[in-house]
């Protein structure tokens, strides 16, 4: 019995040493690659940090209040620049950040970016470590992957493992289209805006959004680090992405008829609630059409603009008082309010 014991866990151990060869892309499985993921942990892990937020908000009985947030960061430079998801810093007043050796910081936030769920905040600080931005574009389906981050907001350098599921998946979240990696590492509430890192302990993507369910397992996503090195530099030179057009409204989703609170949000659809007076377009215009592309959601306006430049004229198809009505609307450059 003992003997049977023993040739089994020699098999096993052949398993998984064929595994290790096949996720290192080697073609046979008679050359062994050892792989250190302890040493990679510990070249990736100290570049990961917590972020924690405080919220002032105001009840319905006009009481101040303050709801806490948690979510992840990763240093990008050594002089204290971090880059997280706006979702987790979005709206709030006090953001805090602490390091892997447990120093923690008061952070300001240098610019945010809510069509790429990214934003990048400064603490004053020097000779911190600092994570290595891979190519994105280069990483493969089935390349092996770790994530560090602070999974439910208090588990801070937790390290999950996994592999890409996928790359350039198109994921709508918050109504904004993004082109996602996606990886089966476990991730949880917490770890938004924390690192995936591959086998060099390089960045690959900072994990931004999980999809969960009875019938799901759970899938993770990430934006690739070629976009998180394109936008953080633009937060960090003007505080915001330059250059991307904008109708110069707000709008809201009326998803069933009396939902609105007023009157004229009788159809579902996507309507006007403030424009510039310039615009031609009004408080309670339900948006049909833009330039040809039926519009239902914030992210089919999305999708038509991102095919502009600022300062062209686009044609909108509204419906006012019952009738439609094309009104031709100049592109702004969008800016921070």
């Not at 499985?29 to 940090?49: E, K, N, R, W």
């Not at 979240?173 to 949880?188: H, P, R, Y």
């Not at 999708?303 to 300062?311: E, F, N, P």
């Amino acid at each position: 019995m003992k003997q049977k014991i023993q040739k089994r866990a020699v098999v096993l151990a052949c398993a998984v040493l064929m595994c290790v060869c096949f996720l290192c892309g080697t073609a046979s499985a008679a050359t062994l690659v050892v792989i250190d993921l302890a040493g990679i942990v510990d070249s990736a892990a100290p570049s990961v940090v917590e972020v924690f937020t405080e919220t002032k908000q105001v009840s319905s009985w006009f009481r101040e209040y303050v709801t806490e947030g948690a979510g992840s960061g990763v240093v990008l430079s050594e002089d204290g620049y971090i880059v997280t998801n706006h979702h987790v810093i979005d709206g709030a007043n006090t953001i805090k950040v602490r390091l892997s050796d447990g120093q923690t910081y008061t952070a300001a936030l240098t610019g945010t970016d809510a069509k790429t769920d990214l934003a990048v905040l400064k603490i004053n600080a020097s000779g911190l470590a600092t994570a290595k931005l891979a190519d994105s574009s280069a990483v493969r389906v089935g390349d092996f992957v770790i994530a560090i981050g602070n999974p439910l907001g208090e588990l801070g350098g937790t390290v999950t493992e996994g592999i890409i599921s996928a790359k350039d998946r198109e994921i709508t979240i918050d109504g904004e289209a993004m082109t996602l990696l996606q990886t089966s590492a476990a991730v949880n509430p917490g770890n938004s805006g924390g690192g995936l890192f591959n086998l060099d302990g390089e960045l690959v993507g900072v994990v931004n959004a999980k999809s969960s369910g009875d019938d799901i397992e759970g899938l993770a996503f990430a934006i690739p680090s070629d976009t998180v090195k394109e936008i953080v530099q633009a937060l960090i030179q003007y505080g915001y992405v330059t250059g991307r057009p904008q109708l110069g409204i707000s709008v809201a989703q009326i998803t069933k008829p009396g939902m609105g609170w007023q009157t004229y949000y009788s159809t579902p659809g996507l309507y006007v609630t403030q424009s510039s007076a310039d615009k031609g377009l009004k408080a309670g215009d339900r948006i049909i059409q833009i330039d040809g592309a039926a519009i239902n959601n914030a992210a089919d306006v999305s999708a038509v603009l991102s095919r502009h430049s600022v300062g062209d004229v686009v044609k909108v198809v509204v419906s006012r008082s019952g009738k439609e009505t094309t009104i031709s609307v100049k592109l702004t450059e969008q800016k921070p309010t």
